[in-house]
């Protein structure tokens, strides 16, 4: 919750419109602390408005004793107290604002041709509809050969295993156990999201993606992606 709470600091400082005319990107590894930051302004309203309540009940006892250890009048540190937690709703209110505009705040999803990364995607784009945040784009990293499919290169396999030697069959026959796996994944994929998500298929590379140069190669992918009907 902790680090919740650090970006949202963040993300509340760029609410205001001097700000908005930025790109800020937040990157979260893991579905859960995603969920836990798109939840965090709701918990701090559920809190505000439990201490409002508190307020409102002993308001006249809190100002007693915050004034007997602060040194002002009670009436005065009642004012004090309800103009910070005003400040802090409206800051909520905006953040809340921000995120389910989608002209400002977007998800791009990001996941593997495998079970678990598919099915927490899938947890991912419920729990963002839920919160009416936009979210239309997904990315499935580390494809193998995502311009061909499991058949034709299982075609290819078939008629050239003789020429291999032993080893190289082998290597094949494991790339092409995951070549399938990943065909069953993206399958499920774009039966889930084909209609109305953009689904782009990013190839597993020989590099690491590390380094603005190698950021700007990885990019192309993004802005061309692969002609699946070609």
Known sequence: MFVCGCVYRNVSSLVSPSFLSFITIYVSIATGHTLRLL??????ENALSKVMELRDRFGGLISQATALFSGGSPGQMQ?????RLEET??????????????????FVCVCIPEF?????TE??????????IDTHNIVVNQVLFPEKDAEELGEWFESNRH???????????????????????????????????NVTL???????????ERLKEFSEFMVNPVDLEG
């Open 163 to 197: 020429t291999l030697p032993t080893e190289a069959q082998e290597i094949c026959s494991k790339m092409m156990a995951r070549k399938r796996m990943q065909d069953k994944y993206i399958g499920q994929c774009f039966d889930l999201y084909g209609e109305d998500f």
């Open 79 to 83: 004012e004090l107290l309800l103009g």
């Open 202 to 212: 990013m190839p597993l590379l020989d590099w690491e993606v590390r380094g603005v």
């Open 123 to 132: 947890r991912l784009v419920q729990e963002l509809s839920k919160f009416g």
């Open 89 to 106: 709703r409206a800051i909520i209110n905006k953040v809340n604002d921000a995120f389910q505009d989608p002209d400002v705040t977007t």
């Open 116 to 120: 678990l990364s598919i099915y927490e």
């Open 39 to 44: 939840s965090f302004p709701t918990i701090l």
